[in-house]
């Protein structure tokens, strides 16, 4: 499953295509609103980064999206 931390514009959009192509995606956004259009789109989202690295399956993949100030907090 891949995970991907960042569900704005363009995390979402490479989300759902991933989706499309029949990959498990899971995802998690410090926004609600984000989170929120995620789960519209049928994704699996997680409403903590915890939640987020604690999910089943190995071996695991973080793909982070944003901006560098956000990753840094992130990381």
Request: overall charge positive; proline content about 4%; hydrophobic content about 45%.
């Given at each position: 499953?891949?995970r991907?931390?960042?569900?704005?514009?363009m995390?979402?959009g490479?989300?759902?295509?991933?989706h499309?192509?029949g990959?498990?995606v899971a995802?998690y956004?410090?926004?609600?609103?984000?989170r929120e259009?995620?789960?519209?789109a049928?994704?699996?989202?997680q409403?903590?980064?915890?939640?987020?690295?604690?999910?089943?399956?190995?071996?695991?993949?973080?793909?982070?999206?944003g901006?560098h100030?956000?990753?840094?907090r992130?990381l």
């Amino acid at each position: 499953m891949m995970r991907l931390i960042g569900l704005g514009k363009m995390g979402l959009g490479m989300a759902r295509r991933l989706h499309r192509k029949g990959l498990e995606v899971a995802g998690y956004d410090a926004s609600a609103e984000a989170r929120e259009r995620a789960r519209e789109a049928g994704l699996a989202v997680q409403d903590t980064l915890e939640a987020l690295a604690n999910l089943p399956g190995k071996p695991r993949l973080f793909w982070l999206m944003g901006p560098h100030e956000v990753e840094d907090r992130v990381l």
